[in-house]
Structures are given as C-alpha cells and as structure tokens.
C-alpha cells in the first residue's frame, strides 16, 4: 500500500461516515416526520412515546443500511474524488506518472469492503432483530395483543390464538389443527392459554405450557360403545413442542418477514415445507445480485469524476446521478418483482446484465 492509497482510503473512510451519519439520518427523519401520529396514539405518556422511537429506530437503522449501503458507498468514493479533481490533485497524480486506473484501485478495494459490511449486516445482523422489524410503528415497543390465524408450524400443522401478548410471551385460547398429507385435518389441539417456557432440551429453545390443554382426535376403528361425545376422543395436554416460539410469531406479522431471514433459515423452510422454493429463489438470487449490484454502481458512477482536467463537476455529477439512478431503479423494481420457473432469477440480475456493457464503455473512455 502506497502513500497515496493510503491518502485516498484515508479520504474515502471521512466521507463515508459522513455519508453515513447524513443518509440515514435523513431516512430517520422522514419516516418519523410521516409516522408520528402512529408513535404518539393513545394515552401514552412523552416518555413512553420517545422510548417508543428510540427503540423502533435502533433496530431499524441495520434495515435502512442495507437499502442505502450502495448509494452510500457511491456517494463518499464520488466525494472523495471530486474533492481531489477540484483541489487540481489529479493533476499532480498524472504528472507524476501515476494512471487514473491505479487511482481507481483503492476506491474499488474500499467498495468491496462495504460490500462485506452489507453482507454481515445481512447475514448475522438483520436475523438476529427480525422480530423487531416486524413491528408496527404504533408498536415500537412491542407491548399490544394481537390475534395469531393460521401461523404454518411443524409437520404441517396450523397455529391460531384469540390473543397474543409479546410481552408475557402468552397465547389466549390457542387452536393447533394437525392435518394428513393431504391437509384434512386429522386432530385439534386446544388451551385456554399456553405460555412460553424456555428450555434448551427442545429444538426451537423452549416449549409451549398449556392450561386447560386438550387434544381431540376421531377414532380410527367404530368403538364398542360410544360415549356422549360419539367417536370424538379426548386426551389432556399439558405442553406443546413448536416451532414457532414468541419470537417468530412476532416476526410472521410482517409481509416481508423471509427477506429478514438469514440463508440457512430460508434453506430450513423449504425443507419444512413452510414456504415456496420459488420464493426463496428469488430472495437468494437477489442476495447474490446486490453486492454485484452496488459495485456495479461505483463503477458506473467513477468515469463521470475521474478526469484528467478539472472540467464541469456539476456537468459530471448529472450524468452520474443519471447513469446511476437508472440502475438503482431498475435494481430496487427487480427486487420487488418475482417470477416462476426458470426466470426466478431475471429481475435480480437484470440490471446486471443491462449495465455492465455501460461500465466497459465508460471506464475504456477514460483519458488517463
């Protein structure tokens, strides 16, 4: 590593914080601007209102971060270079003999090190608060009753409870229906309430107490003599093993709660049979595709203020603000498109192969 890397990474990492602290401060602020009715419902008191806030956007902050992680990284590197090429240092660069490309390295080493940022951020970081991310902004704190209808559990089973307190950890009149492979419902599991208990001995880490547990099942051969409940039989249960501890209900609330997920708990709910393949295909395709994606913008975006000449910044940064919304519009529409069979992977990797000619064109044009 040269002086001079070190004097660009130097630069690249101030920016970057910057960056950083700005975007999504400003993404913070937004929100709450357009989500505070919903944080200051009710009774609540200013302090529970705040705690409310604090604790919605602690754990948020890791979900914005891996949204802008590739507009952030674009932005500090684009800084750190127009700040270079206005002060005329890129001039003193070449006339030392040194190429534009080489300049260019160590602004793609520090992208590529923000890629793995997002890719911890992702993996370990965004599974281990899902459940957080689940709530609602009138809910920061996780503190209302909800009803829970026909949660997927092991083996098939479905899972429903009148009441659910996140809080307790507790369901009121909880309803598990088991059913065949064929999904006819072969017996029923009620409790008038059922509290989570945990216990490193069970595969999920706890177990369900039930109170006033009751399985009823139909008996498989006529009986000799029906009782009053005709061939309906009936066994008290005092506990249920499931998959779905407090945790996970919480985070099934949300319509976005498998994109969450780290990839081995995606690869276990297709072996469960809990969700589609399709879908899981197309969220890993687009795990895949994002850090391809957001290096593919700093390399589209690099051209517009590597220059030989101090030039028009203003005139460059149009452009690049062009160029590199186009694809980070057509990247967040791939996102949200799913498709089945064989073109699962398309929308993820569309921008992709859209862009990639741009970025050989671009960089072969630079005058170095």
Same mark, same amino acid.
């Given at each position: 590593?040269? %002086? #001079?890397?070190?004097?660009?990474?130097?630069?690249?990492?101030?920016?970057? /914080? +910057? $960056?950083? @602290?700005?975007?999504? !401060?400003?993404?913070?602020?937004?929100?709450?601007?357009?989500?505070?009715?919903?944080?200051?419902?009710?009774?609540?008191?200013?302090?529970?209102?705040?705690?409310?806030?604090?604790?919605?956007?602690?754990?948020?902050?890791?979900?914005?971060?891996?949204?802008?992680?590739?507009?952030?990284?674009?932005?500090?590197?684009?800084?750190?270079?127009?700040?270079?090429?206005?002060?005329?240092?890129?001039?003193? %660069? #070449?006339?030392?003999?040194?190429?534009?490309?080489?300049?260019?390295?160590? /602004? +793609? $080493?520090? @992208?590529?090190?923000? !890629?793995?940022?997002?890719?911890?951020?992702?993996?370990?970081?965004?599974?281990?608060?899902?459940?957080?991310?689940?709530?609602?902004?009138?809910?920061?704190?996780?503190?209302?009753?909800?009803?829970?209808?026909?949660?997927?559990?092991?083996?098939?089973?479905?899972?429903?409870?009148?009441?659910?307190?996140?809080?307790?950890?507790?369901?009121?009149?909880?309803?598990?229906?088991?059913?065949?492979?064929?999904?006819?419902?072969?017996?029923?599991?009620?409790?008038?309430?059922?509290?989570?208990?945990?216990?490193?001995?069970?595969?999920?880490?706890?177990?369900?107490?039930?109170?006033?547990?009751?399985?009823?099942?139909?008996?498989?051969?006529?009986?000799?003599?029906?009782?009053?409940?005709?061939?309906?039989?009936?066994?008290?249960?005092?506990?249920?093993?499931?998959?779905?501890?407090?945790?996970?209900?919480?985070?099934?609330?949300?319509?976005?709660?498998?994109?969450?997920?780290?990839?081995?708990?995606?690869?276990?709910?297709?072996?469960?049979?809990?969700?589609?393949?399709?879908?899981?295909?197309?969220?890993?395709?687009?795990?895949?595709?994002?850090?391809?994606?957001?290096?593919?913008?700093?390399?589209?975006?690099?051209?517009?203020?590597?220059?030989?000449?101090?030039?028009?910044?203003?005139?460059?940064?149009?452009?690049?603000?062009?160029?590199?919304?186009?694809?980070?519009?057509?990247?967040?529409?791939?996102?949200?498109?799913?498709?089945?069979?064989?073109?699962?992977?398309?929308?993820?990797?569309?921008?992709?192969?859209?862009?990639?000619?741009?970025?050989?064109?671009?960089?072969?044009?630079?005058?170095?």
């Amino acid at each position: 590593m040269t %002086i #001079l890397d070190r004097y660009i990474l130097r630069s690249l990492l101030v920016n970057y /914080v +910057i $960056a950083l @602290g700005v975007m999504i !401060s400003l993404y913070v602020v937004l929100d709450l601007f357009v989500n505070m009715d919903e944080f200051t419902e009710g009774d609540a008191s200013t302090g529970t209102v705040i705690a409310g806030i604090l604790s919605y956007y602690s754990n948020n902050l890791f979900l914005y971060f891996a949204q802008l992680s590739g507009v952030i990284t674009l932005f500090a590197c684009l800084a750190s270079i127009a700040r270079m090429r206005r002060q005329n240092e890129m001039t003193a %660069i #070449l006339a030392s003999g040194v190429s534009l490309y080489r300049i260019a390295a160590p /602004v +793609i $080493a520090f @992208g590529l090190l923000t !890629s793995t940022l997002w890719f911890l951020d992702t993996e370990l970081i965004i599974p281990s608060v899902a459940h957080k991310l689940a709530r609602r902004h009138d809910d920061a704190l996780g503190h209302k009753t909800y009803g829970v209808w026909f949660l997927k559990d092991r083996d098939g089973a479905l899972l429903s409870a009148q009441k659910f307190d996140p809080a307790t950890r507790t369901m009121k009149r909880m309803l598990v229906m088991f059913r065949d492979e064929t999904g006819e419902v072969t017996h029923v599991l009620q409790a008038e309430e059922a509290r989570w208990r945990p216990d490193e001995a069970y595969a999920a880490g706890g177990v369900w107490e039930l109170q006033r547990g009751e399985m009823r099942a139909r008996r498989t051969s006529p009986p000799r003599h029906l009782g009053p409940q005709g061939d309906v039989v009936r066994e008290a249960v005092r506990r249920y093993e499931s998959d779905l501890h407090p945790e996970a209900i919480q985070l099934r609330q949300s319509s976005q709660w498998v994109q969450h997920l780290a990839s081995h708990q995606l690869e276990e709910l297709v072996e469960k049979g809990k969700i589609g393949a399709a879908r899981i295909q197309h969220i890993k395709h687009g795990r895949f595709a994002t850090p391809i994606v957001n290096l593919i913008l700093l390399l589209l975006g690099l051209p517009f203020m590597l220059g030989a000449t101090p030039g028009n910044i203003l005139n460059d940064g149009a452009g690049c603000l062009a160029v590199c919304g186009a694809c980070f519009l057509i990247s967040f529409a791939g996102q949200s498109m799913s498709m089945e069979g064989s073109l699962a992977a398309l929308p993820s990797w569309l921008p992709i192969f859209l862009f990639t000619p741009v970025v050989v064109v671009l960089l072969d044009r630079i005058k170095t």
